[in-house]
């Protein structure tokens, strides 16, 4: 009687179905800061600066920024100059109401800051 192995066969028939499990688990790319920029540009509902409210590309094309918060999406919001996103920062959530206000179609309240505006 001749002694077969049978192990390379036992060992492709649970590693085959294994690999394609975690081939289907894999998500799908994040998108990279310039796409998730360049789909705001296209949908973005303010047509003035988050912080001085002065009107996006007064001061040359708008300058985007990408807002990171641990567990939630990334936010692109537009500012007339870079010297609005220092200002954003320290109280984003404030500016940030004031994009999905927009969104929703409310009326934000003025984004005068007479603090910005003496930098303008």
């Known amino acids: 009687m001749k002694h077969t192995s049978f192990l390379p066969a036992l060992l492709l028939a649970a590693v085959l179905p294994l690999s394609v ?9 994040s998108p990279t800061e310039s796409e998730l920029i360049a789909k705001a540009r296209a ?3 303010l047509k003035t600066c988050l912080v001085s409210g002065e009107a996006l590309g007064s001061m040359g094309e708008a300058t985007p920024f990408v807002y990171h918060a641990a567990g939630k999406p990334d936010r692109v919001v537009f500012f007339c100059c870079e010297g609005c996103t220092d200002d954003f920062k320290a ?3 404030k500016f ?3 994009v999905d206000d927009a969104a929703a179609g409310k009326k934000a309240g003025p984004a005068k800051d007479a603090k910005h505006d003496k930098k303008h």
């Not at 499990?21 to 790319?29: G, Q, R």
Request: proline share 22%; glycine share 0%; net charge positive.
């Open 21 to 29: 499990l975690l081939a289907a688990e894999k998500p799908a790319p």
């Open 43 to 45: 949908t973005y509902p």
């Open 91 to 93: 109280d984003p959530a």
């Open 96 to 98: 940030l109401k004031k």
